[in-house]
């Protein structure tokens, strides 16, 4: 990088350059403090505090020998040279090259940018089949569960949170409330489907859709549930 951005000979000169300054000491030191155990922090200092002197001067060698630094290495030889951690190079590399500073950060905002339409995407498939058959399924409790129960107005929305909860007991091994309470601090941002996967959330859309038909031809809660309970171990052995 060095030799791109002027004369090869030259290159050795830039390098060094660089790790006089200030900025560029804290940012390796940072960079050290994060990844390296063994980084020696009284001689960091000792540079930092001369960082910006005239009489300051640190090359790639020195930094590595005195303060144990895993981030750099040299390596001498025809085919040798100043090597770096990418994350330092993308340092220098912004450190010397304004041109190279800007390509990457639009190639990181373009990153970013990417990852929150495929988490969009991901949320509206979610979204998705969450509700792709609730209806079908609420409709047949309102219909076959609620005029064969003793459920009064008030309620009834026990009848849709129990056929809920057995669909989540097929699939999940806990109902929701059991979900809850395992995790109080999850449950506070989300409920039990909303930290499902698609994978879980598409069996869960085509487990509504049985319980429902079961439902419709009266079979027992009881038998329901072995049945769905198969169907939810089925398809995840594929």
Same mark, same amino acid.
């Given at each position: 990088?060095?030799?791109?951005?002027?004369?090869?000979?030259?290159?050795?000169?830039?390098?060094?350059?660089?790790?006089?300054?200030?900025?560029?000491?804290?940012?390796?030191?940072?960079?050290? %403090?994060?990844?390296?155990?063994?980084? /020696?922090?009284? &001689?960091? $200092?000792?540079? *930092?505090? !001369?960082?910006?002197?005239?009489? =300051?001067?640190?090359?790639?060698?020195?930094?590595?020998?005195?303060?144990?630094?895993?981030?750099?290495?040299?390596?001498?030889?025809?085919?040798?040279?100043?090597?770096?951690?990418?994350?330092?190079?993308?340092?220098?590399?912004?450190?010397?090259?304004?041109?190279?500073?800007?390509?990457? %950060?639009?190639?990181?905002?373009?990153? /970013?940018?990417? &990852?929150? $339409?495929?988490? *969009?995407? !991901?949320?509206?498939?979610?979204? =998705?089949?969450?509700?792709?058959?609730?209806?079908?399924?609420?409709?047949?409790?309102?219909?076959?569960?609620?005029?064969?129960?003793?459920?009064?107005?008030?309620?009834?929305?026990?009848?849709?949170?129990?056929?809920?909860?057995?669909?989540?007991?097929?699939?999940?091994?806990?109902?929701?409330?059991?979900?809850?309470?395992?995790?109080?601090?999850?449950?506070?941002?989300?409920?039990?489907?909303?930290?499902?996967?698609?994978?879980?959330?598409?069996?869960?859309?085509?487990?509504?859709?049985?319980?429902?038909?079961?439902?419709?031809?009266?079979?027992?809660?009881?038998?329901?549930?072995?049945?769905?309970?198969?169907?939810a171990q089925y398809s995840f052995r594929y």
């Amino acid at each position: 990088m060095a030799k791109a951005r002027t004369d090869p000979v030259r290159a050795a000169d830039v390098i060094k350059n660089w790790l006089r300054t200030r900025s560029t000491l804290e940012f390796l030191g940072a960079w050290e %403090l994060m990844y390296n155990p063994d980084f /020696k922090v009284v &001689e960091f $200092d000792h540079f *930092k505090s !001369e960082a910006g002197l005239h009489t =300051f001067t640190l090359s790639a060698k020195e930094w590595i020998e005195k303060t144990g630094a895993i981030g750099m290495y040299v390596q001498a030889g025809r085919y040798g040279g100043t090597y770096a951690h990418k994350d330092i190079a993308f340092e220098f590399g912004s450190a010397i090259s304004p041109v190279f500073k800007l390509y990457l %950060l639009k190639e990181y905002q373009r990153l /970013k940018a990417e &990852e929150t $339409d495929r988490l *969009k995407l !991901e949320w509206d498939a979610k979204r =998705f089949l969450s509700r792709n058959n609730y209806l079908i399924h609420t409709d047949a409790v309102k219909h076959y569960v609620l005029p064969q129960s003793s459920y009064t107005k008030s309620t009834e929305w026990l009848a849709y949170a129990n056929e809920a909860d057995l669909l989540n007991v097929a699939l999940f091994g806990c109902t929701a409330k059991a979900w809850r309470d395992s995790d109080p601090e999850l449950a506070r941002k989300g409920n039990i489907r909303d930290y499902a996967t698609i994978a879980e959330l598409t069996v869960l859309s085509n487990l509504e859709t049985h319980n429902a038909g079961l439902i419709k031809s009266g079979v027992p809660k009881a038998d329901r549930f072995e049945t769905l309970r198969r169907i939810a171990q089925y398809s995840f052995r594929y």
